[in-house]
């Protein structure tokens, strides 16, 4: 591949992502006025779409203010360690046969890799901002986000037994000739899209920053860009779940040949990312204790039975 060609696709794959963050802010809330029978926002641009830059103009306007007795520097690079680490974890995503930044043997390790980083940030940043709200928030995303990567990294495992590599192209050409993994690792795809919405902590298992418990939890203190790199983080991490999703459950880039192999990337992430958001629309934010029990009672044992059986299957078959 010519290096013009590499360095185009990184710069494409980083501007896309920031772009993509931004719309999808402006589309939630567009969607979720639909579902609530309300306009959304309509008054800045055609439908509302330059809201999106608004905000951004807005949040670069406002006062970076650090809180006394806070860890300056901690504080400072904890929003920027999770937008790095959400755009690091798009390295792997294959969008296309042959579009991709690199192609890793263990591009599925370092995924699970980077979204661990995510929890450094959220957690450094609730420690650093000498605020109680915050730090419960800290705790709380510490303690979620590492027990539904235990999750997320057993429900993969069926995906690397069926495929034999950790390649994430792999694992799309071999759905090429099995089948999706949706039907075959069905339970798997489950307990990772659960996991997913944990690790990214959106509605409904957003508890680190629950607003009704903690203020805003881990980002009560910020304000300005730094709120907004933690808002632009959330946001990248929904975009590279559905994208996980698509790649290793629903074939990735493989459709009918009437449409491009990336407009069938595009669309079926799409269409995760509009499920998720309809889930923050229809669910209630569940306790955190019962996120934790609903974790470990029903989440590990069924990832756990999917890798029994899959293992037996790949073992006799």
């Known amino acids: 591949m010519p290096g013009w060609l590499i360095y185009f696709i990184i710069f494409g794959t980083i501007f896309g992502a920031f772009g993509g963050a931004a719309v999808l802010i402006w589309f939630e809330r567009r969607l979720l006025g639909i579902w609530q029978d309300r306009l959304g926002p309509n008054r ?10 608004a905000d951004v103009i807005k949040l670069f306007a406002k006062e970076d203010w650090v809180p006394p007795f806070a860890d300056k520097f901690v ?116 307990a990772f899209m659960m996991a997913g919405i944990a690790e990214s902590h959106r509605l409904p298992f957003d508890l680190p920053e629950a607003e009704h418990e903690l203020v805003a939890g881990f980002h009560t203190e910020y304000s300005g860009m730094k709120f907004g790199m933690f808002m632009v983080g959330e946001y990248l991490g929904l975009i590279l779940i559905s994208s996980m999703i698509c790649t290793i459950f629903f074939g990735g880039w493989l459709g009918p040949d009437f449409l491009p192999p990336i407009f069938w990337f595009t669309i079926k992430t799409f269409v995760f990312i509009c499920f998720f958001i309809l889930l923050r629309a229809a669910i209630p934010r569940p306790r955190y204790d019962q996120l934790m029990i609903f974790g470990w009672q029903y989440l590990l044992p069924l990832t756990l039975i999917n890798l029994l059986v899959t293992g037996a299957v790949v073992l006799w078959l």
């Not at 800045?44 to 830059?53: D, H, K, Q, R, S």
């Open 44 to 53: 800045v641009g055609p439908l509302g779409i330059g809201l999106a830059l």
């Open 75 to 190: 504080f400072v690079f904890a929003p920027t360690a999770i937008v790095m680490a959400m755009l690091l974890g798009f390295a792997v995503v294959p969008f296309a046969p042959g579009i991709h930044v690199i192609d890793l043997n263990i591009a599925l390790l370092f995924f699970m890799g980077m979204t661990s980083l995510a929890v450094y940030s959220v957690m450094l940043g609730g420690l650093a901002s000498n605020n109680k709200y915050a730090l419960l928030g800290g705790l709380r995303s510490a303690a979620q986000m590492v027990s539904y990567e235990v999750f997320m990294g057993l429900s993969l495992m069926g995906v690397v037994m069926l495929t034999g590599s950790f390649s994430l192209v792999d694992i799309v050409n071999t759905q090429a000739e099995k089948g999706w993994f949706v039907f075959s690792q069905f339970f798997g795809f489950v």
